[in-house]
């Protein structure tokens, strides 16, 4: 059996939208932590300084919207499918790190994204999850 991999344009925004909000969210709280200073041998100012800046709390505010989108997400598609989809996030944070950040990656980094990403693809494409999720799918026999 092979899985037919055809979700619904809603679901491919679905997973649009999370991808954004995901490496949104990943590069505010590097923002949040940048701004806040040092923190090895001041780790109490830092975090106090972390409470009062607003990239920590567009973080922590998009906590829940991920917790839905997810969720949504996993009504309409399978979670080993899924997963493998939002492993996305690891190149784009990377690209976008690189382009409003203006962080230097080195190609190691970019390869080992590369492996993560394909890795996490083929996971996902693999012909057993489509058969044993059919046979989850089958009813329990009565019990004696």
Do not use: N
Not at 43 to 68: A, D, R
Request: hydrophobic share 50%; glycine share 8%.
């Amino acid at each position: 059996m092979t899985r037919s991999f055809a979700p619904p344009p809603r679901t491919l925004t679905l997973f649009a939208i999370l991808l954004s909000v995901d490496v949104t969210v990943l590069l505010a709280e590097k923002v949040a932590a940048r701004t806040a200073g040092m923190a090895l041998g001041h780790e109490s100012t830092f975090y106090l300084q972390l409470t009062q800046i607003w990239w920590t709390w567009l973080g922590v505010g998009l906590g829940p919207v991920q917790l839905f989108l997810w969720t949504k997400i996993l009504k309409k598609t399978d979670l080993s499918l899924a997963y493998c989809i939002t492993s996305l996030c690891y190149p784009l944070t990377m690209i976008a790190s690189v382009a409003l950040l203006q962080e230097q990656i080195g190609w190691q980094a970019w390869v080992g994204a590369v492996f993560v990403t394909f890795g996490a693809a083929l996971i996902g494409s693999d012909e057993k999850i489509s058969g044993e999720k059919e046979a989850f799918a089958q009813p329990m026999p009565p019990g004696p």
